[in-house]
């Protein structure tokens, strides 16, 4: 059996979810033709691709979502403990290493992503707690309720 390694990097934060939604976005503005909120797509799926950028939309309205961002040399393990109800995958060119965390408003929504290169970069993006953000921002402004799992590694040529 291979004992695989584990990620070279490890961050955890809140993000605030405002109108279902927030994205990742490359620092490096000028890697991104359309700046997030623009083109923000509110019906859209789990995960929207657009360069430079990705777009998330969550289950809840208006909450504080649970981020756990894991930088891997290699691609993980599929299998990872945990009652996903999203799954997505996408690719995104990063020329700073860094994703900074928008919000829908164009604020700030959470830490930034440190990629700790630039490159092209393979994400994974996991999420539970869907269902009962969905029922609970109805009531309130949840935290921690949803948690995404998003993990980063090299596109190798």
Known sequence: MVDMAGPVMKQRGPVEVEFFGFCLQERDTAAVPVQFPEGWDTEGGFLTICEGRLDVRSAGHTHTADLVVEV???????????AWEADAQAVIVSPS???????VTGGDAGEPVLLGRP???????????????????????????ERYLAQFWPVRE
């Open 97 to 103: 290493g860094t994703l900074d965390v928008w919000g």
């Open 119 to 145: 490159g092209v970069w393979r994400l994974r993006l996991r999420c539970a707690g869907r269902a009962a953000v969905a029922e609970q921002a109805q009531h309130g402004v949840p935290e921690g309720v």
């Open 72 to 82: 891997w040399d290699e691609p993980p393990p599929v299998d990872v403990a945990g």
